[in-house]
């Protein structure tokens, strides 16, 4: 999950982390949600693995969108995880990605963010326009 956090201080979007269970502490996930929505958060990123409840028990609790990233734990490689994130059942959704990629979720949680604020729409702007540069430098060829 460090890497989302990585990603938006990297766009200045400001971050704050929770761990919390749904399983083993539903009142706190209830109580954690509650003050989310109290202070305004726009966009939640949820980690689990597993079975990986947290993420679509969040979702079912707020309007806020809610991305899951599946984290490889136990015997499956996070394939249980990502499974259970993307099969959540409608018309409750939560946004998936790939398995142990919280960058990812950071991008994706600044896009939705950039909808609204212009000034982090320009910041990814230029992000995508660095990314573009870099893979025509030396005509897209690389050294491996």
């Not at 693995?49 to 707020?62: D, E, F, K, N």
Request: hydrophobic share 50%.
């Amino acid at each position: 999950m460090q890497k989302a956090a990585d990603v938006f201080r990297g766009f200045g979007v400001s971050v704050s982390s929770y761990v919390v269970s749904a399983h083993r502490a539903p009142e706190l996930l209830g109580d954690t949600i509650r003050a989310l929505e109290a202070e305004g958060v726009e966009v939640i990123v949820a980690g689990a693995g597993l079975a990986a409840h947290l993420p679509g028990a969040i979702a079912s609790r707020t309007l806020i969108p809610v991305i899951g990233v599946p984290v490889a734990s136990g015997g499956m490689g996070g394939l249980d995880a990502l499974l259970s994130i993307v099969q959540m059942p409608r018309p409750v959704p939560v946004a998936a990605v790939g398995v142990d990629n919280a960058a990812n979720a950071g991008y994706l949680a600044c896009e939705i963010l950039a909808l609204k604020y212009p000034g982090l729409r320009r910041k990814l702007a230029e992000f995508r326009k660095e990314l573009k540069a870099g893979c025509e430098k030396d005509g897209g060829r690389i050294e491996l």
